[in-house]
Structures are given as structure tokens and as C-alpha cells.
């Protein structure tokens, strides 16, 4: 049998192709590398922009730190609101379609972001950049399963979740980098990947979506579900600086809760809610989310957490902060590269949990052995050792639950996870915000607790939701 499929095949249905779902893409693996490199720039960015923000306070006179935290902010609830309603409209459009436009956005705001000639405009530009990777990320998996065989499924899934894990991990080194030279490299880098990318996706990837004549996603369910994240990412990253009973604080986790609940009465009584509610069906997705947001709250609080105290604690520069980061990702890297075989030996629920103790053993370790005198190698070295174990071997397993669903599920289900994710970073960063208002010991101490109650929470919620038969 031949495997060179028809575009018009391909975007019929994923179950009407045989030489896809049997033999997999002729270009599969190619398809993998252009997948694998526009997710991991759009995760990527999310993580990059915490070092820099020194340096773009200092580009724009007159700005306090509020105002330039905006900069990480308005990416983070823009990104968390979309992803959703964006999974769900590429499953309808053309997931080619979605993703291609996603990375053509994200390109060219990234170029506004570095020409940005005032602070507004670059927030401004991070907010539309945030909407191109909702468009990329949740994308970019739907598009891995039809293209490989079921039996790759595992495997692809895991060099997926791996490098979203290098991405996270790699961003303060990354960031450190760069904006030794300038900030605004910090973005330009994204437009040669950007357009290269997009030619190489053009030329690829096939093109999915479900059949003509399905049912479009429920406009107001689509609505509550992006007020209910907005609004709550946007109270979380407020907190800290409003206060947590400042009345607007209040007002905005009232009004989020109000959102969820339509969102769920939508779930349960539309006819094509944006989130169906048959994606909670199996027990291993509903403990993937749970796990995602409490691990991601941990993980947010080590990446920035260490970039912080090296340089506001032991005084390092942020090119020295980044290069002593780089053991994370570079760990990350070895086991990510192995979460396939992994899950194929032990399952997701043993590497994801051992993943998860490991970032709480990390933050246990700097509790009794980081201290304000500089000691990097017996203080810091091994706990980042450790964060780079967590990240290779739990976000592989957590990501791979949307490998449970239906393959016409599979944009929707990496979009609430990915969304799951970002509003537990969210969470992760305010609450380091709040236990660190004046970059002392004790205050990175108090944080460091938090981690390490998120990696065991992370690690139980995973082992009690378990499916009741270990695959």
C-alpha cells in the first residue's frame, strides 16, 4: 500500500486513513522536528523573560516594577485564556491551518516585541504573541497523532512533553544569555526560527480536522471558559501587589468562580461545549490535570526562584545566574530524550511521581543547604540536578494522558492540559511573589516549602487518581 496520502484524505477524519493511522506519515519524523520547534519557542517564551526584566525596567525610565511585571503577566493570562477555545477551533478549521497562523503571529509580534518603542507596546505585543502560541502549542500535538502510528504514540508524545520540559527548564539560561547582549535579542531570536519554521511547516504538514457538518463549539461555553481563566490568572498574578482581601482581588475571584461555574453548567448541558465533558471520562486524564496544576505551581517556583536568589541573594549576574541554571535543562534533556522506553517499562504513574518527589527532595535540599554565603556547587548544583530529573520524567507522563483520548480529542485534550499548566505557574509565581517581598533567606526558604508541598501533593493527587488498573 502506498503511504502517500491525499490532503483531502487527511482532513476528512483521522479514522479514514489507513496508511496514517497504520503505517504513519512517509514524512513523519520530519513533521516531528518542524512540531518539536515551534512548540518548544512558544513555551519557551514563557519562561525566557524572567531575567530580562531588570533590563527592560531600565530601557523604559519612569516604569516601576509593577508595570514591567506586566510584560510576563499579560502573556501568561492571554496564553492560559486561549488555549482552549484556540484547541477546539483548529479542530474545526484545519489544525494546519491553526497552527501556521499561530506561528505567523507569534513571529511577527516577537519582531514589534524587539523594535517595542515604549513599555505599552511591549506588553501589547506579548499579549498577541501569547494569543499565536495558544494557537501553536495544544496545535501542534493534534497534529503528531495522525501523522505516526499508534504503536509511536507513546514515544512521540514523550520527545513532545520533553521538550516542552527543556523549554521551561532552559529559559532562564537562555534568557541570561541573551540579554547580556540586549533584551530585545531576547525576542528577535524568534523571527529566524519563526519564518523558517513556518516554510517548513507549509511544505509538511498535513492538514486535519473532523469531518463537514460537525457541530462548532457552544459560543457561550466558549465565553464562560475564557472569562473563568482570565480572570482567575489575572487575580493571581494581582494578589500579591493588591493584596489578598483587597477588594479587587475579591471582586475578581468572585467573578472567576461565577465564569467557572457557566463553564461547567455549559460542560454538562450543551450540545459541543468548548470542553466536553467526555474528555473526564477515564480517570488517567482527570489525574493528569489535577497532577499538571500542582506540579507546574512547584516547578514555576523553582525556575524563577533560583534565577532570583542567585542574583538578588548571592549577587550573580544574570549571564552568570543563567549559566549556573543550565544543569536543569541539560538533565532534563537526558531523561526527556528517554520518556518513551520509560513509559513503555513502568507506565506513566511510577517515572511521573518519581519525577515529582525528586522537585521535592530538590526544594528539601536548599532548605538545609543553601544559606546567604555564595556556595554553588555544594548548595545549589544538586538541587538543580534534581529539578532536572523532575522535569524529564514527569512532564512527559502528564502530557502523554491526552494519548488516552479519542484522536479527534487530542487538540482539546493537550489545551487543557497545557491551559492546567499555565494557571498553576501562574499560581507558582504569585505565591513566590508574596513569600519573597524583600529577596531574603528566610523568605526563598518559605518558598522552597511550598515546592516541595507541591511535588508530594503533586505526587499523591497522581497515585489516588490512578486509574484503578495500571496500563
Known sequence: MSTQVAPEAVA???????????????????????????????????????????????????????????????????????????????????????????????????????????????????????????????????????????????????????????????????????????????????????????????????????????????PVSALALLLAVSLLVLATVQGPGWGWTDIRTVTLFAAAALASAAT??????????????????????????????????????????????????????????????????????????NAGPLQSRFGRTIPAVTGMLAMALAGAYWLTAVHTAPDYWGGMFPGLILVGLAGGLAWAPLFAAAGTLAPDRATTGSAVLNMSRQIGSAVGVALLVALTPQATIAGFDHAWWVQAGAGLAAAGALIALRPRRTP
Open 264 to 337: 461547567v453548567e455549559r460542560t454538562l448541558r450543551a450540545e459541543a461545549p468548548v470542553v466536553e465533558k467526555q474528555l473526564f471520562a477515564g480517570r488517567t486524564f482527570t489525574a493528569a490535570i489535577v497532577a499538571l496544576f500542582l506540579f507546574s505551581a512547584g516547578f514555576a517556583i523553582v525556575l524563577l526562584s533560583t534565577a532570583l536568589f542567585m542574583q538578588e541573594v548571592w549577587h550573580f549576574s544574570p549571564l552568570r545566574a543563567g549559566v549556573s541554571i543550565a544543569p536543569a535543562p541539560l538533565a532534563s534533556i537526558a531523561f526527556a530524550m
Open 12 to 218: 476528512t477524519t483521522v479514522h479514514a486513513t489507513p496508511a496514517v493511522t497504520e503505517a504513519g506519515h512517509p514524512r513523519r519524523w520530519s513533521i516531528m522536528a518542524v512540531l518539536g520547534a515551534v512548540a518548544f519557542m512558544a513555551q519557551l517564551d514563557f519562561f525566557v523573560v524572567n531575567v530580562a526584566l531588570d533590563g527592560i525596567g531600565r530601557s523604559f525610565p519612569g516604569t516601576g516594577v509593577v508595570s514591567v511585571s506586566w510584560v510576563l503577566s499579560a502573556y501568561a493570562i492571554v496564553f492560559a485564556a486561549v488555549l482552549v477555545p484556540a484547541g477546539r477551533i483548529a479542530d474545526h478549521w484545519g489544525r494546519k491551518k491553526m497552527l501556521l497562523s499561530g506561528v505567523a503571529l507569534f513571529t511577527l509580534t516577537s519582531a514589534v516585541a524587539a523594535a517595542a518603542p515604549s513599555l505599552g507596546v511591549l506588553v501589547a505585543a506579548r499579549a498577541l504573541q501569547a494569543i499565536g502560541a495558544a494557537m501553536i502549542v495544544p496545535t501542534s500535538l493534534g497534529l503528531l497523532y495522525p501523522s505516526f502510528p499508534k504503536r509511536q504514540h507513546t514515544l512521540v508524545v514523550g520527545l513532545w512533553a520533553g521538550v516542552g520540559a527543556i523549554a521551561a527548564s532552559a529559559g532562564p539560561p537562555v534568557g541570561g544569555l541573551l540579554v547580556t547582549l540586549d533584551w530585545r535579542w531576547i525576542f528577535m531570536i524568534n523571527v529566524p526560527v519563526g519564518i523558517a519554521t513556518l516554510l517548513a511547516g507549509a511544505l509538511l504538514l498535513p492538514e486535519v480536522r473532523q469531518p463537514k457538518g460537525a457541530a462548532l463549539p457552544d
